[in-house]
């Protein structure tokens, strides 16, 4: 079955290091998203991809990239990790812009 | 820009009652909303969503009314179950846009 998936679900790292938190599709979707998650701001977009070597800021981009190099990838890489990133971090994707999105399992990401 | 605002942030009702969730969004091109729920350590799913086209949307216990004018959209759920506590999320988004989450409303449903 087709499906989104992300790596790793947990991660702990220390304030000052570079973290790549990586996601997958097999849907074939061309619309990636990268999310946050934090109590009391809901779901904020990071980064987001209409398609290969096509990559835009979201509303909370500040200390984080992407990179798509292919339909089924978009990785998200903190490039100094700060506690202030310290959430839960959500990837989707979506057939056409303007609709739907699929959510990933999410990945726990704790800066110490 | 673009913004959804979502009211209540928690909502707590008995069992068997109706629970309703507003919101409002302030770009009047948006045409897409959708409604995802989010159970604790899991992630958001699609629950209903609506076009601009239409009124009203139902799929069993849940329905979805837009009012395009006002600007505001809802989702009703009858005959509240414990399995519905959750946080729901709205959203709008425009034709070939990106979707703009609400802060959420965490439903709790007591037995």
């Known amino acids: 079955d087709a499906e989104i998936t992300q790596s790793p679900r947990h991660k702990i790292t220390e304030t000052g290091r570079q973290v790549t938190l990586a996601c997958h599709q097999t849907?074939?979707?061309?619309?990636m998203f990268w999310y946050r998650q934090d109590l009391g701001h809901g779901l904020r977009l990071i980064h987001y991809?209409?398609?290969?070597?096509?990559?835009n800021k979201g509303e909370v981009s500040d200390g984080y990239s992407v990179s798509r190099s292919n339909t089924e990838d978009l990785p998200l890489t903190l490039e100094s990790a700060a506690s202030s990133q310290t959430s839960v971090y959500f990837c989707?994707?979506?057939?056409?812009?303007?609709?739907?999105?699929?959510f990933g399992p999410g990945t726990r990401l704790t800066v110490t | 820009g673009e913004n959804v605002e979502q009211h209540p942030s928690t909502l707590s009702v008995q069992e068997g009652d109706s629970a309703v969730i507003k919101c409002t969004y302030s770009?009047?091109?948006?045409?897409?909303f959708p409604w995802y729920k989010q159970e604790l350590g899991k992630r958001p799913q699609l629950i209903i969503d609506?076009?601009?086209?239409?009124g009203e949307k139902k799929d069993q216990r849940i329905a979805v009314t837009l009012n395009k004018t006002a600007k505001h959209f809802s989702l009703h759920i009858t005959e509240t179950q414990p399995e519905d506590s959750a946080v729901y999320f709205c959203a709008a988004s425009k034709v070939r846009g990106k979707l703009i989450f609400g802060t959420g409303t965490r439903l709790q449903v007591f037995p």
């Open positions: 609506i076009r601009s086209n239409v």
């Open positions: 991809s209409y398609g290969v070597q096509d990559t």
């Open positions: 849907w074939n979707h061309n619309n």
């Open positions: 770009d009047s091109a948006s045409n897409y």
């Open positions: 989707a994707s979506s057939a056409r812009q303007g609709y739907e999105q699929y």
